[in-house]
């Protein structure tokens, strides 16, 4: 995951259709946007979790931040689950089973978005 987002924008949906995009600087550093709040802030890895927490500006827009785990679905797909709902890797055969259950999916803005994509068997 470090790979994948650190250095990277990505774009994104909530659960509830909401977009956001979010720029992952080397350094820890976080640059969130939406429609209506944007915030800078810090990311840091916990093992296989993703932390990312926004400056205390951002919290009077009830913008908090938290862990996830973000389980890469296809080559430019990820779903973010929040931390402790899937468990430690591998997550193949969990992850299917929680597909509805994301709270956050994102991909990289760098390359067109698979997640639309199904799975081929």
Same mark, same amino acid.
């Given at each position: 995951?470090?790979? +994948?987002?650190?250095? &990277?924008? *990505?774009?994104? %949906?909530?659960?509830?259709?909401?977009?956001?995009?979010?720029?992952?600087? #080397?350094?820890? %550093? *976080?640059? $969130?946007?939406? #429609?209506?709040? %944007?915030? &800078?802030?810090?990311?840091?890895?916990?093992?296989?979790?993703?932390?990312?927490? $926004? @400056?205390?500006?951002?919290? %009077?827009?009830?913008?908090?931040?938290?862990?996830?785990?973000?389980? &890469?679905?296809?080559?430019? !797909? $990820? @779903?973010? $689950? *929040? +931390?402790? *709902?899937? /468990?430690?890797?591998?997550?193949?055969?969990?992850?299917?089973?929680?597909? @509805?259950?994301?709270? #956050?999916?994102?991909?990289?803005?760098?390359? /067109?978005?698979? !997640?639309?994509?199904? /799975?081929?068997?």
């Amino acid at each position: 995951m470090r790979a +994948a987002f650190i250095g &990277k924008t *990505l774009d994104g %949906q909530y659960g509830n259709g909401l977009s956001f995009t979010e720029t992952y600087f #080397a350094g820890g %550093q *976080l640059e $969130y946007h939406e #429609a209506e709040r %944007q915030a &800078k802030g810090q990311w840091h890895f916990r093992g296989h979790v993703f932390c990312t927490f $926004y @400056d205390a500006s951002a919290q %009077q827009s009830r913008l908090n931040g938290g862990c996830w785990t973000a389980v &890469k679905t296809s080559a430019n !797909c $990820y @779903d973010f $689950y *929040l +931390a402790g *709902l899937v /468990p430690e890797p591998p997550f193949e055969d969990e992850a299917r089973d929680m597909a @509805d259950r994301w709270s #956050a999916r994102g991909w990289r803005t760098e390359e /067109p978005s698979t !997640c639309n994509e199904k /799975p081929s068997v």
